[in-house]
């Protein structure tokens, strides 16, 4: 069956979503709005847009699914104006990081038997269509929240869509869904826009602490180069888990300081124990916010062509290189290089080519 899909926002989240569409589904049409020509204009370009609109007009009336794709306070507001235009076999979903807002305000304009809330559990710190990929969706967990009355027949074909896009659908409802994503994804942004200021206001003039930040300061703040305004709604939308979730944050920094003042070493080495080992217990999950990285560390001499024949050595296998790069920090003991890969697979096929190259695995 041959779908009509609708998508109000073609950023990242929502160009990603219809090239996955596209790819996979490519009898599939494909209709959008927004208010930045730009990225309308590359969706058509690249073939994924079938068309285009820059105002809202019945021909969205057409949708078997319609994704809302905007910040939260604008999906919220789309309801509205979208209204007069639905069929009543349209299902309206959206891709809002927070749930409780949409849902409150699909029961007040009766859109209830309509709206299968959706979230997926993928992004980039980097935002806009441009940086949108057919591939994020894939082995990412899809939050699914469906109001009550929602036909289970409507909802079980949109759970089937969202598997045929290589995500993981989780059905829950929508204040589960707010609070678990405050403590694992707004908490973490928030922090990590807090530790970025915390350092700002500590650098000298000569910005020292800029200049040497470890591999470990830039891993944890990287989601603050995400979109503010996209976050300062999630905090608003999500006001009352965040605060709380804060207060406990705070509550452990306390103790945390409490027993580095005191000197209680070994209950300090118990607490980063704990830490570690359940950390550690999520990189068994590929899917979800904190994503599996697959990189490991070597040893180089500082000789001219090193870079390059590690890279040769690499692509004569077919080994494809995610990333890569030198780490000036000296984080660890000896200069390394660090290389990231796609999968576990060619981690340690990579490994065991570099170790009988004579190279030496650090990490």
């Known amino acids: 069956m041959n779908r009509t899909i609708g998508f109000f926002g073609l950023g990242l989240i929502g160009g990603s979503i219809a090239k996955a569409i596209k790819k996979i589904h490519p009898f599939d049409t494909i209709l959008a709005f927004d208010i930045q020509v730009e990225s309308l204009e590359a969706g058509k370009n690249e073939g994924i847009l079938d068309t285009y609109y820059t105002e809202i007009t019945e021909e969205f009336s057409k949708c078997d699914y319609l994704f809302l794709c905007a910040p939260v306070k604008e999906n919220i507001l789309f309801l509205k104006y979208i209204k007069p235009f639905l069929d009543e076999h349209t299902i309206i979903t959206d891709v809002s990081s927070v749930k409780t807002g949409i849902h409150e305000e699909i029961k007040v304009l009766e859109l209830e038997s309509s709206f299968i809330g959706g979230h997926p559990m993928a992004g980039s710190e980097r935002y806009g269509y441009l940086n949108s990929k057919a591939s994020l969706l894939e082995n990412a967990y899809y939050i699914i929240t469906p109001c009550p009355n929602v036909d289970p027949k409507k909802l079980d074909g949109f759970v089937n869509f969202i598997s045929s896009l290589k995500a993981i659908p989780l059905v829950m409802n929508p204040s589960m869904h707010d609070f678990a994503t405050a403590a694992v994804s707004h908490l973490p942004h928030v922090l990590a ?3 970025v200021t915390l350092v700002q206001k500590q650098d000298d003039s000569d910005e020292v602490m800029k200049t040497i930040a470890a591999g470990g300061f830039k891993d944890i703040t ?6 503010p305004v996209m976050w300062q709604q999630i905090c608003m939308e999500n006001k009352s888990n965040l605060l709380f979730l804060l207060d406990e944050y705070i509550n452990s920094l306390e103790l945390l300081k409490d027993k580095i003042t005191k000197n209680l070493d070994e209950e300090l080495s118990d607490y980063f124990k704990n830490a570690r080992d359940y950390r550690e217990s999520f990189l068994e999950v590929s899917a979800g916010p904190i994503k599996k990285v697959f990189s490991l560390h070597i040893n180089i001499p500082d000789r001219s062509g090193t870079l ?24 660890f003991q000896e200069g390394v290089l660090r290389i990231e890969f796609y999968d576990e697979i060619s981690l340690m096929k990579a490994a065991t080519i570099l170790k009988e190259s004579g190279y030496q695995i650090v990490q």
């Not at 890279?311 to 920090?329: F, S, W």
């Open 222 to 227: 990287r989601i603050a180069s995400s979109s």
């Open 308 to 331: 390059a024949s590690i890279a040769n050595e690499l692509a004569k296998e077919t080994i494809n290189i995610k990333n890569i790069g030198i780490v000036h920090n000296r984080e």
């Open 193 to 195: 826009y807090a530790l």
